[in-house]
C-alpha cells in the first residue's frame, strides 16, 4: 500500500493554513480528502470550491437529495462518507 505523507493541521503555513482554517469554519473539521491534497494548496482549494457549488449551489436538486446521492455513491464506491 502506498503512503502520501500530509502535511497535518499544525504543521500548515500560508495558503494552507487558510484552506484549513476555512474548513474548519466551515465544518468544525478537516475532511481527510483536503489533508490528501495538503501538498498542493491550490487545487485543493479548487476542490473543495467546486464541491460547495454542487452541494450548496442552485442545480435543480435540492440539498437532502444531493447528500442521498453522495452517500449512494460512496456506499457503491465503497468509501467512506
Known sequence: ???L????????TGKLKTLYDTALKRAGY????IQVM?????SARASVQ???ALMHGDN?????RKEMLAAVVSHANDCYY
Do not use: Q, T
Not at 478537516?30 to 480528502?33: C, L, M, Q, S, T
Open 30 to 33: 478537516i475532511a481527510e480528502i
Open 50 to 52: 467546486f464541491y460547495v
Open 38 to 42: 495538503s501538498h498542493d494548496p491550490d
Open 60 to 64: 435543480g436538486l435540492s440539498r437532502v
Open 1 to 3: 500500500m502506498a503512503h
Open 5 to 12: 505523507p500530509l502535511i497535518r493541521p499544525p504543521a500548515a
